[in-house]
């Protein structure tokens, strides 16, 4: 008797062994990716693109809704403000958990009156002209990357899991980076920090994030600073009038409706 | 029995164990489970002075200067009267290569401006009213000069229209370009607006068009699985508009009207003006379109009734003075039909656009002197193309064009003809600078037309371009009859 409990406080420790591992790197971003938790949500974003002396500035607002069984499909559309020149542009995305299937994305050209699909072919281009990817404004699956914890580390005085993503191997040729190196908040999830490495593994710009703010409940990054030290460029950006869950209406996510 | 007991204790006094320890370990094990999110007053989160610990923006310096204009606020509101107001000074320089010929140098004022006015019932929606107007004042000496189709001042409206947006409906009316067609260049079912007889060729591969008063509305139709997204679009204009004819002297006045205008001042017959249509609600053109989103599919169906936009010219002997009888040659527009399908799909990095228009009994001019000048023939046109992104910024945009023409031994037109549009483009320098080539390359005897251009923006508001327009091919050719008319442009745009 005395060794069935021996072996019973064995398996009791073993699985408390067990119960100790530290979170995989998929764990922590399958927890970051579920932050958001809201069915909809309303922005406006201002951007200034700084280049020495010379600064851009651009203005957009952008609507987005979950769809879907488990709300992972989600309905974007963005209509820029500012500059000038593409005032009242207007992107609508729609994109599909399902790794296989393609995001249907249509653009409303309004010096051309012309709503005109189009495809994720320029998702390595510069949005806007600024620091950021397009792909970088994206929805990124979590399983389009493989994630590594690779440690923890203190950013800006607050602990982070430190996780090396790097694109799956069927992923690589749509993606600007090798890899991104991503400081995860340890209490609320949410990025402090990512380091993007360009296609021959080297340091390609640093994106830091704060302005951190519970919104209806939802811890929500409000500004950040994506840094390219090669071009000698950053791009401050930051987010304001959010709101979440106000029920958008399904129209405002139609090809129907990026025309003015 | 003792053992049994003293069994049956032991093992109950292990499972308590289990018990506890499983109950210690919980809180250990796994990330955050199904726990409420952090939180600042449940002192989830560690506040400093100025907001939650690690919050490298919290003291807002870095933020304060570019970012106290906030954008208007997003929720909604009862009532609103929302006006902005755009536009751009540009002056535009065309210099014939020929002859060294400047024939355009347009200065512009353009200014557009949108309101709206309504209940907004949920965020992020527009006024259910709103108007657009968009207008200019062109200065254009050197085209005055040349012909008759430029005034050297000239203050116009150019779109104008009311938008009526209910839930699950709307309707825009006044002037208006709107296109219904998913090909680059060549759009056999854009067949609404007219081309811009002042200024044809938007770029080497686009033609330029006018809008015209229409009425459209739009029906959000329901969706059944599969499909995602169905409209019902209906077009009414109440006058039909059609291409203008250019004024002698004009930079694009083709060869062949040139010559018919020589045939006429020599006496050989007499060119009547252009026939437009003039009977409101009488020659009025419709369209419909019944459009559907499935599976990455962007399908259109479409039927038009209206006028021909490129005239046909009608011969017609009347008599004259005595038993003499006199050979009129009158631009006629005729009625016709369409009908056709278009589509888009997306492709990875690509995108696949088409669309196919038969045209029942369109007329078409004929090779001889026979009376009436043309007949009414079906003619088949498609077009099937394809873009895609290489790298990061290399767009490859190509298109191949068909039509088919029955009974053409009797036509101006080939049974056959065929050819493709291109445009290829890269952005260089940070993507401040954009260049590349564009054009539409005939392989039946139309000519090609051929563009290179780089496009430089300075800061949020300047543009400054320049590109270098050729043509070639045969006189009676749609691009060849433009041999002449190789062009430099130098633009520029300051936008507002």
Same mark, same amino acid.
């Given at each position: 008797m005395i060794r069935m409990t021996i072996s019973l406080i064995c398996m009791i420790l073993l699985s408390a062994g067990i119960g100790h591992a530290e979170p995989t790197g998929r764990d922590i971003m399958l927890k970051a990716d579920e932050?958001?938790?809201?069915r909809d949500a309303a922005m406006s974003s201002r951007m200034v693109i700084e280049r020495g002396s010379l600064k851009l500035q651009r203005s957009m607002e952008s609507l987005t809704k979950q769809y879907g069984k488990n709300l992972k499909d989600e309905r974007t559309l963005i209509r820029f403000v500012e500059p000038a020149d593409v005032h009242d542009t207007a992107y609508l995305t729609w994109s599909?958990?399902?790794?296989e299937r393609e995001d249907d994305m249509w653009v409303y050209l309004p010096a051309e009156s012309l709503v005109r699909r189009i495809s994720g072919g320029g998702k390595k281009g510069a949005f806007m002209r600024s620091d950021l990817a397009n792909e970088d404004i994206e929805d990124r699956a979590v399983d389009d990357d493989e994630h590594t914890l690779t440690g923890e580390e203190n950013v800006s005085g607050t602990a982070c899991y430190v996780i090396e993503s790097v694109p799956r191997p069927e992923l690589k040729k749509d993606t600007n980076y090798s890899k991104r190196v991503q400081y995860i908040r340890k209490d609320l999830y949410l990025p402090a920090k990512i380091d993007y490495y360009d296609k021959r593994g080297k340091l390609l710009k640093t994106a830091t994030f704060g302005g951190y703010k519970q919104i209806d409940g939802i811890w929500t990054v409000t500004r950040f600073l994506y840094e390219t030290p090669r071009r000698k460029t950053r791009t401050l950006f930051q987010r304001s009038n959010i709101s979440y869950n106000q029920g958008l209406d399904d129209a405002l996510f139609l090809q129907n409706n990026l025309m003015r | 029995m003792i053992r049994a007991i003293t069994g049956v204790s032991v093992i109950s006094r292990a499972a308590r164990i289990l018990v506890l320890l499983i109950s210690l370990l919980i809180p250990l094990t796994g990330v955050r489970g199904d726990e409420s999110p952090p939180d600042v007053e449940a002192e989830d989160i560690d506040v400093s002075g100025n907001g939650i610990t690690g919050d490298p923006f919290a003291d807002d310096s870095l933020f304060s200067s570019d970012f106290t204009n906030e954008p208007a606020d997003t929720e909604a509101q009862k009532s609103r009267v929302k006006l902005d107001m755009h536009g751009y000074l540009e002056s535009r320089n065309r210099l014939r290569t020929g002859d060294s010929r400047l024939v355009s140098a347009r200065q512009r004022l353009w200014l557009e401006a949108q309101a709206g006015y309504g209940i907004v019932e949920t965020i992020g929606a527009e006024p259910p009213f709103r108007f657009f107007v968009s207008g200019a004042v062109d200065l254009d000496p050197a085209a005055a000069d040349l012909s008759d189709d430029h005034d050297t001042a000239r203050l116009y409206l150019e779109e104008a229209f009311l938008t009526v947006d209910r839930p699950g409906w709307n309707v825009v009316i006044g002037r208006k370009i709107h296109r219904i067609g998913t090909? /680059?260049? $060549?759009?056999? &079912? /854009? &067949? $609404?607006n007219p081309i811009?007889?002042? /200024?044809?060729?938007?770029t080497g591969r686009s033609d330029a068009r006018l809008p015209v008063l229409l009425g459209l509305a739009t029906i959000n139709l329901p969706v059944p699985e599969p499909f995602q997204e169905a409209n019902l679009d209906v077009i009414v204009v109440p006058l039909a508009e059609v291409n203008r004819l250019n004024s002698p002297g004009s930079a694009w006045e083709p060869p062949g009207l040139q010559k018919l205008r020589a045939g006429h001042r020599e006496g050989a017959y007499i060119l009547e003006d252009q026939k437009e249509p003039d009977r409101v609600f009488e020659q009025t053109e419709v369209a419909v379109r019944l459009a559907a989103t499935l599976s990455g599919w962007d399908m259109s169906l479409i039927g038009f009734y209206g006028y021909l936009d490129s005239p046909v010219f009608e011969r017609e002997y009347r008599s004259g003075s005595g038993a003499m009888q006199t050979l009129h040659i009158t631009p006629i527009h005729p009625d016709f039909s369409a009908f056709g399908f278009a589509f888009a799909k997306g492709l990875d990095r690509s995108t696949l656009r088409g669309e196919l228009a038969v045209k029942p009994d369109l007329p078409v001019m004929t090779k001889d002197e026979t009376m009436p000048g043309f007949s009414r023939t079906p003619v088949m046109e498609g077009v099937l193309g394809i873009d895609r992104t290489f790298g990061t910024n290399l767009y490859v945009n190509l298109q191949y064009f068909l039509i088919h023409t029955w009974e053409a031994e009797y036509l101006i037109s080939d049974t056959w003809a065929h050819g493709i549009t291109y445009d290829v483009h890269d952005s260089f320098l940070q993507d401040d600078l954009e260049a590349g080539v564009r054009g539409i390359v005939g392989f039946t005897g139309q000519g090609w037309s051929f563009e290179t251009y780089a496009e430089y923006q300075l800061a949020d508001d300047w543009l400054f371009q320049g590109s270098l327009l050729l043509f070639e091919g045969s006189e009676s050719g749609a691009y060849g009859q433009?041999?002449?008319?190789d062009m430099v442009t130098l633009r520029v745009r300051y936008s507002f």
């Open positions: 932050v958001d938790t809201s599909y958990d399902d790794p | 090909g /680059d260049g $060549i759009n056999p &079912l /854009d &067949l $609404i811009d007889y002042r /200024d044809p060729f938007a433009f041999d002449g008319n």
